[in-house]
């Protein structure tokens, strides 16, 4: 069977096998053999028991879960309650396997003649479960229940469903279904609602990290508690996972198997050094932050795992930052707690939740790109900008004491003033104004940069009477144009993915019209009198202007629910939503919010909503 399950670990070792023979796996090798060494699933255990206890005994379980939770050996073990007999002392269905029965090795090695086990994934036609339904009539050779176990069951098809369903809703008395799958979804309900169903869980960290121990030290290895936390971590809640990983951890390290041997296995970064490079980010030095990812990517780092890393400490973070004892985990170092908490006083909840946004699409993008550390420096890049992005009301008062320096004042330490190959950022724009503009990346607008835009020189030609600079602009002048259709369509069916003078590639939304492209660059043209090519690009664009309002929009909804004071409010009113969120301010305030620069700067159609 493809899903074989994993065992606790005895206090002490199995007997040691001859030295000419076959090794055995540690998954294999551990593999549970009773109820009592199945981790992580006492719900089920408890269930069961009192099941059989009262003689309530179902007629077909239904088991769902991760891969490596223990789904076929909890199945084995199940078929091995129900026909647990010892001559003298039991002889009925029981959940306490105290001793081997007269069945149980049979059952548990997968040979025995009235326990059929049938991967689902090579038997999927209706003539296999035929097979099975002939074969249901007649009474098992020696145990007490003929038992099917079926692996992987949504792997069947329609036909054979259905050509079980008879037999399953009304089977000899002599007769049980097990049926194992991971992708419970894809079982119909019709089958689901003739099961009880049991959810195998993820088995938490610190129960898999004392079953490595436990196995560890009946194998004699010297392993140290951080290298089983990290094999631990990189299981997933899997047993099986881990105990590969722990095999392939003794077969890399010669010796004494130390964290740093787990890290270079796995292509970690060392867990203090993530810590080092999100101080980086968070601060805004994105110079130290790629010489830091360069340095771990040279020894052996993958970039995709040191952002997955980057992502899980600003989950940790955020847990501290609204749970303070989420530190207090044994999966959690020393380290990241004492540093952790120092980032969760200091750190804002918007900010975090904009880098777990951006970490999120970054990692998908190193995966798929060709050379992943330059995709993983563009990751660090953009959120060096959002960490330097200041908050609406932290704008505002910079605003208010006049330290809101627009030219330049938005770029990380170690970056020009220069929009990185755009116009000169210390110019004035068409107004005599500076002009600030909004940099996006993973999704959301992500910091301030000043743009400037040179003066026409008098041997130039005069520049046009409609400047645009982005696609907010092109839908300010179709409002003004009054053509509405064409406003809707530039904030709904566009992603921008480039946009310079006279030249804009996008991404037509799947239901933007077929001409949507020629229609607005034709407008373009008439509305500015400058030529203007509008091109449908392949590449994925930015989310429209009507989506990053929504994201931006829920974002405040969701920093208001999570303030004490509105959380206390809601749970007074049970069934009450937020709806809308806005600032009061007194007229002067109002007076600076209104001002253009700040209303760019902060990507709002309403300076008075936040």
């Known amino acids: 069977m493809d899903d074989i399950a994993f065992p606790t670990a005895g206090d002490t070792a199995p007997a040691a096998a001859p030295q000419n023979s076959a090794y055995r796996v540690l998954a294999r090798k551990y593999r549970p053999q009773t109820f009592e060494d199945l981790v992580g699933q006492e719900p089920m255990v408890q269930t069961l028991e009192n099941a059989f206890d009262t003689g309530r005994i179902a007629q077909a379980w239904m088991l769902t879960g991760v891969r490596g939770v223990g789904k076929t050996t909890t199945a084995r073990i199940l078929a091995r309650g129900l026909n647990y007999e010892v001559p003298g002392e039991a002889d009925r269905p029981t959940v306490r396997l105290t001793q081997e029965g007269t069945h149980c090795r049979a059952i548990m090695e997968g040979r025995h003649v009235d326990v059929i086990e049938m991967d689902a994934a090579s038997h999927t036609g209706i003539n296999d479960i035929r097979e099975i339904t002939d074969a249901a009539r007649y009474r098992p050779a020696t145990a007490r229940y003929k038992v099917y176990i079926i692996d992987e069951v949504h792997m069947l098809s329609n036909a054979a469903f259905n050509g079980l369903l008879k037999t399953l809703e009304e089977p000899p008395e002599h007769v049980k279904f097990i049926f194992a799958t991971t992708e419970i979804r894809k079982v119909p309900v019709t089958v689901l609602s003739r099961c009880q169903r049991f959810d195998l869980r993820r088995i938490e960290q610190p ?59 796995l292509g970690l970064a060392d867990r203090a050094r993530v810590i080092d490079l999100f101080g980086h980010v968070m601060a805004g030095r994105i110079a130290e932050a790629m010489e830091e990812l360069a340095q771990q990517y040279a020894v052996g780092a993958d970039p995709a795992v040191v952002l997955t890393d980057l992502a899980d400490f600003t989950h940790l973070v955020t847990r501290m930052k609204v749970v303070p004892k989420a530190g207090d985990d044994v999966s959690v170092t020393e380290t990241e707690r004492v540093r952790g908490a120092e980032f969760a006083g200091k750190l804002s909840m918007r900010l975090l939740s904009r880098a777990w946004q951006i970490l999120l699409k970054g990692i998908q993008e190193v995966q798929a790109a060709p050379k992943p550390l330059a995709a993983a420096d563009m990751v660090l890049v953009r959120l060096a900008y959002s960490a330097d992005l200041p908050d609406p009301g932290e704008a505002l008062a910079m605003l208010r004491n006049g330290t809101f320096a627009p030219a330049g004042g938005g770029a990380p330490s170690g970056q020009g003033g220069s929009g990185g190959g755009g116009p000169s950022a210390h110019g004035p724009s068409g107004d005599g104004r500076p002009r600030l503009q909004a940099i996006s990346g993973g999704g959301a607008a992500v910091a301030t940069q000043a743009v400037a835009r040179p003066a026409p020189q008098p041997a130039q030609q005069a520049r046009p009477a409609v400047a645009l600079a982005n696609l907010q602009d092109c839908a300010a002048l179709a409002s003004e144009k009054r053509d509405i259709p064409m406003k809707v369509a530039i904030e709904r069916q566009m992603r921008l993915v480039k946009f310079e003078p006279g030249r804009i590639e996008i991404q037509p939304t799947e239901d933007a019209p077929a001409d949507l492209a020629g229609d607005f660059g034709r407008k373009l043209t008439d509305w500015t009198g400058m030529r203007w090519i509008v091109s449908v690009s392949r590449t994925h664009g930015r989310p429209t202007i009507h989506e990053e309002r929504e994201a931006n929009q829920e974002q405040i909804l969701s920093d208001a629910r999570s303030h004490p004071t509105v959380a206390a409010l809601l749970s007074q009113f049970p069934g009450a939503k937020i709806v809308d969120v806005r600032v009061q301010v007194s007229e002067e305030e109002e007076t600076v919010m209104a001002d253009p620069l700040l209303v760019e700067a902060l990507g709002e159609d309403d300076p008075d909503e936040f």
């Open 207 to 265: 129960k898999l990290i004392g079953l490595l121990r436990r196995i560890s030290d009946a194998e004699q290895i010297t392993i140290s508690d951080e290298a089983l936390t990290l094999i631990a971590r990189a299981g997933e809640g899997s047993a099986r996972d881990s105990l590969s990983l722990l095999d392939q951890a003794m077969a890399h390290g010669a010796g004494a198997i130390e964290a740093t041997d787990v890290r270079q296995m």
